[in-house]
């Protein structure tokens, strides 16, 4: 159960928190019925337990408030705040693309590898494959061939993320939950998606966000995420994967403010066995948050047409 | 035949029209939860023939209805609905001081227009519309009595343009604007939004839509290049002025069983009509029957027209899902639609010489 050794099973390090303490000593004395009611009342009224901070990386029990239909309630925006995008794995710091005009805008920050383990398991060709995709990444080739997608990050042209991407763009997403549908809507590009949770839909055609049908398992939504295409990659450093890709999703709610995200990732095409990723949703609290367009068409005009003569209008 | 069942349908249909303020012929045909509309049929007079029979079928459900609730007691609209009208936005000039047809004329109008969308040009036809049920008939798309889609003004017709709009208007259109991406002003062409607004007017091909409700939001999420428009209810304010979006910025509540969505803050270089980026967009949408919502939206732009002015349309519901709209995704449309202009403003400016 424990994909990542940052994020343990939970224990509690310090004092008994009341929220546990309450569970505790109401359980002993009513029927379960009443026990979830206690708790789902204390979490939506008092949350005894968030205001005393749990030591870092721990968690105590937690039960989601409850949808209209028993299920956790996940509705709200949610955000990474990993640097995955940039390489799921490791990677230091460093200077960006054009450095001599976008400075510090341009670099990247460093951070600790998502994936179980800290390595993807590629295999041999592929990862020669990565690397050339690193070489290439800032690489833009607009094209009136609608077959041609080899050339850089997918992002530096405004394509849509794929999954898992979307879900650790520096950018916040949106749920929005329903006992038919879960819907996802990105920040960036407004890239959306919807899981079906009944009935399950078969996917009609390979598609940039993938088809996703969902199921619970206890508190945790599962994600089947399938019908993917080949033209997205994990981040900035040319991880990719193929059109073989099948992407499972468990989204936990760990409590009233994050959720525990893991994913397992097959693609026997360019992997030599299922990989994992872990991390944190944490929930965007500001007063009246919203998520503010990210419509990123207009800023990458320039980049892919202007290189055809396409962008700006002929001197007469 | 299809007069004969009109004429048994009308008297029911009038009186509920006039009773819902919303003169429209049909709304829908069946209870929810069956097909909407054959898909099978490609035989017109078969087609207009259902149309007729979907008219007296919606009036007998329309006559005892209310809209269900969510179970937070908010009107449920979900579900999913198109936005495809033979009437169009504005009245021809011929109707003049005609805004309604009578039941008669309005099947005569749609027979007409099923007929010429039925119709194959050989020399224009990329693909045979009726083979592939892409013909507007084919979908939930009803006769209606208005003769034009604008309500307001009265004469049907949209208001003049502003002398500040048609400066705008007229340098827009100094040089082609097809010829390079950075002046084209269609914005669906350059796939930064799609082709449903806001606000949205029929369109003939991925005007479907989907309505999701979640306590304090409806959602919009639009066929076309997947637009989503988040609309919150909790009476929060506007974003500050200064930030422009090119779906704008959506706030909700219910006027009894009506959603209606302010929006403001478009974004500056967004155009649409010729608007300026103080067009505040009123929408109303109405759950009249279990299949048609009716959609009245009034935009409000001084620095573009000379009066606000109004819209009503509706959307039939249909089958669900939607489906992945990735337009920027290769949009080698785009690349040929500029090429081609630049090609021909070339050959222009040759013969000149």
């Not at chain 1, 590629?122 to 990444?137: F, G, I, V």
Request: hydrophobic share 40%.
């Amino acid at each position: 159960m424990e994909l990542n050794p940052k994020y343990p099973t939970p224990k509690w390090g310090g004092h008994r928190p009341p929220l546990q303490w309450a569970i505790k000593t109401v359980g002993a004395v009513c029927d379960r019925a009443l026990v979830i009611a206690t708790i789902v009342t204390l979490c939506i009224t008092a949350t005894p337990a968030a205001a005393q901070a749990p030591a870092a990386g721990l968690f105590p029990a937690y039960t989601a408030p409850r949808a209209i239909d028993g299920k956790p309630n996940l509705n709200g925006i949610w955000q990474a705040f990993i640097t995955a995008n940039w390489d799921v794995e490791a990677h230091p710091a460093q200077a960006g693309p054009h450095p001599e005009i976008m400075g510090v805008w341009g670099a990247g920050p460093g951070g600790q590898s998502i994936v179980e383990g800290g390595v993807i398991p590629y295999k041999p060709e592929a990862l020669a494959k990565k690397k050339e995709n690193l070489e290439k990444r800032t690489a833009v080739k607009a094209t009136n061939d609608p077959h041609r997608y080899d050339t850089g990050d997918p992002e530096l042209q405004c394509y849509r993320p794929g999954v898992p991407r979307a879900n650790y763009m520096p950018f916040p997403f949106q749920i929005f939950q329903t006992p038919l549908e879960i819907l996802m809507v990105y920040e960036y590009k407004g890239a959306v998606r919807t899981i079906y949770m009944d009935p399950h839909r078969e996917a009609p055609t390979d598609s940039w966000m993938g088809w996703s049908n969902g199921h619970w398992e206890g508190d945790t939504l599962v994600v089947d995420v399938t019908a993917l295409n080949d033209h997205t990659w994990f981040d900035r450093a040319g991880n990719y994967h193929s059109d073989a890709l099948h992407v499972v999703e468990r989204y936990t709610p760990i409590s009233p403010y994050h959720l525990k995200y893991e994913a397992t990732i097959e693609d026997p095409n360019v992997f030599t066995r299922p990989w994992k990723i872990s991390f944190p949703l944490y929930r965007r609290v500001e007063e009246n948050v919203q998520l503010v367009e990210f419509n990123c068409v207009p800023f990458v005009e320039e980049l892919m047409y202007g290189p055809l003569g396409l962008y700006k209008p002929p001197s007469r | 035949m299809f007069k004969r069942t009109l004429v048994a349908s009308g008297a029911v249909a009038l009186a509920i029209a006039i009773a819902l303020c919303a003169p429209v012929l049909v709304r829908a045909q069946a209870p929810s939860g069956t097909a909407t509309f054959k898909a099978t049929v490609t035989d017109t007079a078969t087609a207009i023939k259902d149309a007729a029979e979907a008219a007296k079928a919606a009036a007998a459900a329309a006559s005892n209805w209310t809209p269900p609730r969510t179970p937070w007691g908010d009107p449920d609209l979900q579900g999913f609905y198109l936005s495809l009208s033979y009437t169009p936005l504005e009245r021809p000039p011929e109707l003049a001081g005609k805004a309604f047809y009578t039941e008669a004329e309005a099947l005569a109008a749609f027979k007409k227009a099923v007929e010429e969308d039925a119709e194959v040009d050989p020399r224009t036809v990329h693909y045979d519309w009726k083979e592939y049920g892409m013909d507007a008939w084919q979908s939930p798309v009803r006769p209606n009595l208005r003769t034009s889609l604008v309500v307001d003004p009265a004469d049907g017709r949209i208001p003049a343009l502003t002398p500040e709009a048609q400066k705008r208007r007229a340098a827009a259109r100094a040089r082609n604007p097809q010829v390079s991406v950075q002046t084209l002003d269609n914005l669906y062409t350059r796939c930064i939004t799609g082709n449903q607004g806001p606000p949205r007017l029929p369109f003939n091909h991925d005007s479907e839509s989907q309505i999701l409700q979640t306590p304090g939001y409806v959602v919009l999420i639009l066929q076309s290049n997947n637009d989503v428009r988040i609309i919150p209810l909790d009476g929060r304010p506007h974003l500050p002025q200064n930030v422009g979006l090119w779906l704008g910025d959506a706030r909700g509540h219910w006027e009894a069983n009506t959603l209606v969505v302010e929006t403001t803050n478009f974004h500056h270089e967004r155009n649409w009509r010729g608007s300026s980026d103080g067009m505040k967009l009123t929408e109303r949408f109405t759950l009249v029957d279990p299949k048609t919502i009716r959609y009245e939206f009034t935009v409000d732009d001084p620095a573009t027209w000379v009066r606000p002015w109004s819209v009503e349309s509706v959307l039939p519901r249909i089958e669900p899902p939607l489906y992945e709209f990735a337009c920027h995704e290769q949009n080698y449309g785009l690349m040929n639609v500029v090429k081609g202009a630049q090609v021909r403003e070339a050959e222009a400016a040759a013969r000149k010489k």
